[in-house]
């Protein structure tokens, strides 16, 4: 059974420090991995869809690494902004079973 | 581009009552899900399904049913709701096994 793990489960930071949020997996046989971003009662919006093919993937402000071997990704958000606070959750799907499986989150403050 | 619609928005049930949660999408997506999100965690896989006439069970299908008789709809049906079943219930889609999923806004369902 695939488990997805995200710690820490909060984090706090000053504005302008560079975000680093980890996503860990216990079975490295993933077809991709997605980032998601969700607000307080919203529903979740894609980041960043790396596929088991890459090493990472970057959008912007945000570069996502994956290394399955590891079983592990790590989200990077630069300079980071009041506005980035909310909650990140990787999920993972894996081709056979077809299932997206997702961690449980990291909560992000960013204080001004 | 309507994306993933969800339906309703809100709901409260008494105990012993049955609902529909209607999802709908309309990008001809394959794959579709079903996950419940209850405070503070992550996401549960109830139901899945990777085209018309095809479902099977995630982590936590006991209490909930589905069918899948089209490629838009995937309504997630509640017989005998128990306080327990109280979550936010989101609807996810996506394309083909290597592209992103889509969310839809979420239903927050109250059983008292």
């Known amino acids: 059974k695939q488990e997805v793990t995200q710690i820490p489960a909060a984090l706090s930071v000053p504005e302008g420090e560079n975000l680093v949020l980890n996503c860990s997996f216990t079975?490295?046989?993933?077809?991709?991995l997605q980032w998601f971003r969700q607000d307080p009662g919203k529903g979740l919006t894609s980041l960043l869809l790396?596929?088991?093919?890459?090493r990472e993937q970057t959008s912007g402000r945000l570069n996502a690494s994956l290394d399955k071997s590891s079983g592990r990704s790590t989200l990077y958000i630069a300079a980071s902004q009041p506005g980035d606070s909310a909650t990140y959750l990787c999920?993972?799907?894996?081709?056979?079973?077809?299932?997206?499986?997702f961690g449980g989150g990291t909560r992000v403050l960013v204080k001004p | 581009n309507a994306g993933v619609t969800q339906t309703p928005k809100f709901r409260i049930l008494k105990i012993g009552q049955s609902m529909t949660l209607q999802c709908t999408q309309d990008m001809n997506h394959n794959y579709m899900y079903w996950y419940r999100q209850d405070p503070g965690m992550g996401l549960k896989l109830i139901y899945y399904s990777v085209g018309a006439g095809i479902t099977d069970k995630g982590e936590v299908p006991n209490g909930y049913n589905v069918s899948r008789s089209t490629t838009e709809d995937f309504p997630l049906r509640l017989e005998l709701a128990a306080p327990s079943q109280t979550s936010v219930y989101f609807c996810a889609s996506k394309a083909t096994a290597n592209t992103e999923a889509f969310f839809g806004q979420g239903t927050r369902l109250t059983v008292v």
């Open positions: 999920a993972v799907f894996k081709a056979a079973g077809n299932k997206l499986t």
């Open positions: 790396i596929q088991s093919s890459q």
């Open positions: 079975d490295s046989a993933i077809y991709n």
